[in-house]
């Protein structure tokens, strides 16, 4: 079994494992519980998607509006989503708006990709990357952690 956390709402859900997680729906607001982009989490949200996703990694694009390689990674991170759902969960977490929880991260610059595994960091990077760097370093660091 696999547990996601709805974008929309929240809530977790669990998906049955053998069955494409893709078009499943949220149980509580009937919303798709994949939409191929990264959702923008506060530091409440983050927090809930760490906890709570289980069976699948999350990726955290922690980034500020006034950076210029954050603004720029924006498109690729968002190709990114929908090359890495379901294994992947991709999140946009705002270091400008959300100072405590950035500091909590340990992250001293942006942007800074880190990723997690049943609620626990397997790895971080920083540094403006394509699409497809965004995907091949997270399958890679996925692999190490399985390893």
């Not at 998906?15 to 939409?35: E, H, I, S, V, Y």
């Not at 603004?71 to 405590?100: C, G, H, W, Y």
Request: glycine share 6%; hydrophobic share 45%.
């Amino acid at each position: 079994m696999r547990q996601y956390v709805c974008p929309a709402c929240g809530a977790p859900n669990r998906t049955p494992d053998g069955k494409d997680p893709l078009p499943a729906k949220c149980g509580r607001c009937k919303q798709d519980l994949f939409c191929a982009h990264p959702t923008e989490v506060d530091a409440k949200a983050l927090r809930a998607h760490r906890a709570s996703t289980k069976g699948a990694a999350v990726l955290v694009d922690v980034w500020a509006p006034w950076c210029g390689p954050c603004r720029a990674m924006t498109p690729n991170f968002a190709t990114a989503a929908a090359k890495l759902e379901p294994d992947v969960r991709l999140l946009k977490l705002n270091s400008e708006a959300e100072p405590q929880a950035s500091a909590e991260l340990g992250v001293s610059s942006i942007p800074a990709l880190l990723l997690f595994k049943d609620g626990r960091a397997i790895a971080r990077t920083a540094g403006l990357m394509s699409a497809d760097q965004i995907v091949a370093w997270t399958r890679q660091a996925l692999a190490q952690a399985a390893a």
